[in-house]
């Protein structure tokens, strides 16, 4: 029992340009907070840099991308974008909001955004941290990656799931 089990009431709206300080500011916090078990201090700084430009350029993707937010109340908990119509690109939860269902619910939405612009599957480039999570949701896994941001290399995985599996 405890903080994990409390109902959220949640709601999902598209992120704007308001928006911007309190997503790239969640991005950066989450990358350094849930993925550190994961990978060293150098690949989170890699991942997500601090400073204006990093976030300037997060913004204009999850504005061009149409990102979603998960609110709790005037707080932002959690954002999610797609980029076309089946790659789900992002998906990132306060760490204070981990396991209590904003990841899922994000994932619910883009997924049925997805199908809806006429993806048969989804396809999303997971962290180490991020794969029991897709896999949980009957994603699987088709290569491990190795990606370089600022000369550090990461691990993620390319996963998939079909859509025709949850009409």
């Known amino acids: 029992m405890g903080e994990k089990t409390t109902r959220l009431a949640l709601r999902l709206a598209p992120l704007s340009s308001r928006d911007a300080a309190a997503a790239a500011e969640l991005f950066r916090e989450t990358v350094h907070a849930v993925n550190a078990r994961d990978y060293t201090s150098e690949q989170l700084d890699a991942w997500a840099p601090g400073g204006a430009v990093p976030a300037h350029r997060l913004v204009e993707l999850l504005l061009r991308q149409g990102a979603l937010g998960a609110w709790d109340g005037s707080a932002l908990v959690g954002l999610g974008s797609l ?29 049925r955004e997805a199908r809806d612009r006429g993806a048969h599957a989804v396809r999303t480039f997971a962290s180490i941290t991020a794969r029991p999570f897709f896999e949980r949701r009957s994603y699987v896994v088709l290569r491990e990656n190795a990606v370089v941001r600022a000369g550090m290399q990461l691990t993620n995985f390319l996963m998939v799931k079909d859509l025709h599996l949850e009409r």
């Open 83 to 111: 980029e076309g119509a089946d790659l789900l690109d992002m998906l990132y939860v306060h760490k204070d909001y981990q396991g209590r269902g904003v990841a899922r619910l994000l994932a619910g939405a883009l997924e």
